[in-house]
């Protein structure tokens, strides 16, 4: 049991310290959205890939790429949602070998109620702060992981172009 730096052991007031490291606190908050999930009966990995696909069609080696895990991997995943009629696959417009995927409107729908689902997750854990002021900074420091991790892809994009 970790200990908080001012509380005495046995002195019955000790509390988890919580996640040592940002790495597993962000491990944690995955686990709060896959719960979210569990509720309109998606899997993370399903949820990343309607999110990708949201911002347009893509073909599998580049959400394998985006989602860093092999294509094989990426397939699979995919067969379930085109199974669900959530995903639609397609000859690519420039290699009839190739495929495209895109989200239906049933995928666009799940998707919604997906990101409500996280979305009230979260900030109902956030509420758990004492004020709401701390609320807020919880909810900013998302938004702020979002757009680091949006110029990361950016940059990473723009590196492997050259």
Do not use: C, N
């Not at 959205?33 to 893509?58: K, N, T």
């Not at 900030?123 to 909810?139: H, M, N, Y």
Request: aromatic share 2%; proline share 4%.
């Amino acid at each position: 049991m970790v200990v908080e730096p001012h509380s005495r052991v046995g002195s019955g007031d000790e509390l988890p310290a919580g996640p040592s490291s940002l790495g597993r606190t962000a491990a944690w908050l995955s686990k709060q959205v896959e719960r979210a999930l569990a509720d309109v009966d998606l899997s993370l990995p399903q949820y990343r890939i309607l999110g990708m696909l949201a911002e347009g069609a893509s073909m599998p080696s580049a959400l394998a790429e985006r989602l860093a895990v092999r294509r094989p991997t990426v397939t699979a995943v995919v067969d379930g949602l085109v199974a669900r009629g959530l995903v639609e696959r397609s000859p690519a417009d420039d290699d009839r070998r190739s495929v495209t995927h895109t989200l239906t409107a049933k995928g666009k729908r799940l998707l919604a109620k997906a990101d409500a689902a996280a979305d009230a997750r979260l900030v109902a854990i956030a509420r758990s702060l004492d004020d709401a002021e701390s609320t807020g900074r919880a909810l900013e420091g998302l938004d702020l992981w979002r757009s680091a991790l949006r110029a990361h892809f950016l940059a990473q994009l723009s590196g492997s172009s050259r």
